[in-house]
Each structure stands twice: as C-alpha cells, then as structure tokens.
C-alpha cells in the first residue's frame, strides 16, 4: 500500500540576524506611536494597536533597513534570481489579552498580493500566543469523507520565537489568539510583496 500527499501549503521560517539592533532601534517609539492609534474600521478585535493603513515615522524612517533585512532572508527562500516590490509595513502591539480576527493579505483584484510576512520583532514563547494558521480546504473537506489515517487539523500553530520571520502565501488565512497582561509587549512587524521577477520571468502584477 502506498499513499501521497499532495498540494501542500508551504510556510517558510527564517532568522532576523539583527533583531536585537532592530529592537533598540524600534521598540521603545512603536510603543509610545501606538498609544493614539485607532482600531481600523473593517477590523474585528478588541483592543490591538496598530499602525496599519497609516504612515508613522517610526516605520517609514527605517524602512530601508527594514527592507534590506527581510530581503537578505528571502533569498535563503527563493530558489531562483528574484525580484519584490513591497507593499504597506506595519506593526501590531499586543500586551493585555488582544487578539486579531481570521484574515488574510490577498489584497485586491487590481493590487494582488503574493506573500505575506510576519517578523516577531518582540516575543516571548512563555506569555505571548503565536499565529494560527487555517486550512484554505477546511470548507471543501467537511463536504467530503478522509480516512482517519489521512484525517488533519484545520488549524496550524507554528513553534516561533523572537526574531523569526514568517513567510506564507497571502491567501492563507489566519488569526492571533488572545494572549496574557504581560509586561513584554509582543510586537509584530508585518508586511506582503508582489513577486515582480521568479528566474527569467518578469512581472507577475
């Protein structure tokens, strides 16, 4: 008897090699930009803060430095010559039990995204609640009969820690749970790109 898996969902982890510079120079103005920021509007969550779908200081004055870190992780991904355009960065704060609904990163018809990134800027495996990942065919399989022996979770927890970079494709869904009241804010740099060059072939927009 033989059995395969097919089309899996590929979640890609890294280091940041320079967290702990990026932290000094990051942290402490994440903290204090985020106390006014707003809950945006097409959001469902209770309190996380934010900066998405604004331009603060603290992000664009290091955006190059941002960018050239995350782009010396991508190349330990992609196995070709590559090229990205970066879409919006932003970061999320989470200290007193927030949490973020089920989402992705598709974007829109005209504006599609490819990947999305999530940078663990400030994280404690012992207080702070990773992503959850969902199964994109969760619908399609409870409409369907698996085999106990083939029978998987619907949700994907993965074992992260300070420093790493996720990298997953932007229709996959996913949420954060509530986490504890801690005094170490958990911090999330999250950002997607567009695959504009993958080996000869160029533009993917």
Do not use: W
């Given at each position: 008897m033989k059995s395969l898996e097919l089309f899996p969902v590929t979640i890609f982890k890294t280091q940041i090699e320079n967290n702990n510079r990026l932290k000094e120079l990051l942290v402490r103005d994440i903290l204090e930009t985020s106390e006014t920021l707003l809950i945006p509007e097409d959001w469902t969550t209770n309190k996380v803060k934010t900066s998405f779908g604004e331009e603060l200081e603290v992000i664009e004055n290091n955006r190059d430095l941002?960018?050239?870190?995350?782009?010396?992780?991508?190349?330990e991904?992609?196995?070709?010559?590559?090229?990205?355009?970066f879409d919006s960065i932003w970061y999320n704060v989470y200290m007193d039990g927030e949490y973020q609904e089920v989402h992705d990163h598709l974007g829109t018809p005209l504006?599609?995204?490819?990947?999305?990134?999530?940078?663990f800027l400030s994280f404690n495996k012992g207080e702070?609640?990773?992503?959850e990942f969902r199964d994109?065919?969760?619908?399609?399989?409870?409409?369907?009969?698996?085999?106990?022996?083939?029978r998987c979770g619907e949700v994907y927890v993965p074992d992260v820690k300070?420093?790493?970079?996720?990298?997953?494709?932007?229709?996959?869904?996913?949420?954060?749970?509530?986490?504890?009241k801690t005094?170490?804010?958990?911090?999330?740099?999250?950002f997607n790109v567009r695959v504009?060059?993958?080996?000869?072939?160029?533009?993917?927009?």
């Open positions: 941002l960018e050239s870190e995350y782009i010396e992780c991508m190349r991904v992609f196995d070709r010559d590559f090229n990205v355009e504006n599609p995204t490819h990947f999305s990134f999530i940078h702070h609640k990773p992503p994109p065919l969760s619908q399609i399989r409870n409409l369907s009969l698996e085999l106990d022996r083939t300070e420093g790493d970079l996720l990298m997953f494709p932007s229709y996959l869904q996913h949420c954060v749970p509530p986490g504890k005094s170490y804010p958990r911090i999330t740099i999250a504009i060059q993958y080996g000869n072939n160029k533009s993917y927009r």
